[in-house]
């Protein structure tokens, strides 16, 4: 079932392997090679096959909805051995776009991480390094804490790959820097708010004077979706249409609390969980990068 295509001269193929890739694929693609480069030292095996969404659930199980809800489209494998029982075990997590990959990467990552520079950005510990680059979440696990080198040299090879990929959306970049705690920021990919026709958005963590709150993003394709989004949601929280010829609005949200949003182009803000005076201020200095 596994291909051996970079064979360490010299290497004794171990009689146990201590890490197995799963059995269980049920479809191929040709482009699952190209993906994994060479390592002097340590014999590559890729999974001849790849996971779809039809079958992530026999890999990922519990965590197989979180990726499909970020179009997840394909998932490749493959094992790194060397002659002194290391192993580095590679899943290569393939989504539509680079913000789906973002969204479910920033789902995953904590502010309190170790970050690395690796692709449009990664964390890691002694025995793993996730990074994300392209449409591509790259996540490498070793079976030993010293491998913590030759994981990194892995990750920065695979992302040589994908050079000129690497970056986080832009809309990251439209989010106020003052008060903004560091790699806060998500991407929500469904039901933002909980509601549906809300669709998608990015938010991130602001704390000011010990005060915790919010700022989303939502980026629709264009500013007739955005009007269309708007009023739905206004007139979920009864604003009275009378008083809709404007870009700010302050509305109660039944199950969110007060929150201001901003219309500006195609792009919906909103700033949550504060008070008034700090949503004007906010409101600001979202204006300056917007317009």
């Excluded at 996971?51 to 990922?60: A, E, F, G, K, Q």
């Excluded at 490749?76 to 060397?82: E, F, K, L, V």
């Excluded at 040299?153 to 994908?162: G, K, N």
Aim: charged residues 25%; contains cysteine; aromatic residues 14%.
């Amino acid at each position: 079932m596994i291909k051996r295509r970079a064979i360490f001269k010299g290497f004794v193929l171990m009689g146990m392997i201590v890490f197995l890739l799963p059995s269980v694929c049920l479809s191929s693609d040709d482009q699952a090679e190209d993906l994994f480069p060479e390592m002097e030292g340590w014999e590559l095996n890729v999974g001849d096959k790849v996971y779809t969404p039809d079958n992530l659930w026999d890999i990922i199980n519990g965590a197989a909805d979180s990726y499909l809800s970020y179009d997840f489209q394909k998932l490749y494998t493959a094992r790194y051995s060397n002659n002194q029982d290391g192993q580095m075990r590679v899943y290569i997590f393939e989504h539509s776009t680079p913000t789906n990959t973002f969204g479910i990467y920033s789902q995953e990552r904590s502010s309190d991480y170790e970050f690395v520079n690796t692709g449009a950005q990664g964390f890691k510990s002694s025995e793993s390094y996730y990074f994300i680059t392209g449409p591509y979440y790259v996540q490498i696990n070793a079976n030993e804490a010293d491998l913590s080198d030759s994981m990194e040299e892995l990750a920065q090879r695979m992302d040589e790959e994908h050079s000129g990929k690497g970056k986080l959306p832009a809309e990251l970049n439209l989010f106020p820097k003052k008060g903004k705690l560091k790699n806060s920021e998500k991407y929500i990919a469904n039901n933002f708010l909980g509601y549906s026709y809300l669709h998608s958005a990015f938010i991130a963590d602001y704390e000011q004077g010990g005060e915790s709150f919010q700022i989303f993003l939502i980026s629709p394709e264009n500013k007739q979706e955005t009007e269309e989004i708007l009023n739905k949601y206004l007139d979920f929280v009864e604003f009275p249409e009378d008083k809709r010829d404007k870009n700010q609005y302050s509305i109660e949200d039944p199950y969110n609390g007060s929150i201001l949003l901003y219309k500006s182009g195609k792009y919906l803000c909103g700033i949550m969980g504060t008070d008034e005076n700090t949503k004007e201020q906010y409101l600001g200095m979202l204006k300056d990068q917007l317009e």
